[in-house]
């Protein structure tokens, strides 16, 4: 069975860095793309980042130049590095592990709290 792993939220204050890390248990990690999602109370859930086997990223504008997302397919973990955080990242962070080629086969971690606060 399939679980993914989230790790390190927490409280930050504006400007600061968070890093989450995911780590999947899964076999043939490489097959799959890595994504993260977040979702603030009372909004939808939006994503935020993702990122394919070999290394090609992409990130929402409004985390562009903030965030960063990585992976480690030795290690079987997708990273989001969070920098300059905002109060309007607040919100419970999710990671994603899916197939870009069958549409359905996706996995969900748990999630993980990030409160950015003065």
């Known amino acids: 069975q399939v679980q993914l792993v989230e790790s390190g939220g927490g409280l930050a204050q504006p400007g600061e860095s968070l890093t989450l890390s995911c780590r999947a248990s899964?076999?043939?990690?490489?097959?799959?793309?890595m994504a993260w999602y977040r979702q603030a109370p009372g909004k939808e859930r939006e994503w935020v980042a993702a990122i394919a086997a070999s290394g090609s990223s992409k990130h929402a504008d409004s985390v562009k130049g903030r965030f960063s997302i990585s992976r480690n397919n030795a290690k079987n973990t997708a990273t989001l590095l969070m920098n300059s955080l905002k109060l309007e990242d607040t919100a419970m962070y999710y990671c994603k592990l899916y197939s870009p080629y069958s549409e359905g086969n996706e996995y969900w971690g748990q999630g993980i709290q990030v409160t950015v606060s003065s």
């Open positions: 899964v076999s043939r990690f490489t097959l799959y793309s």
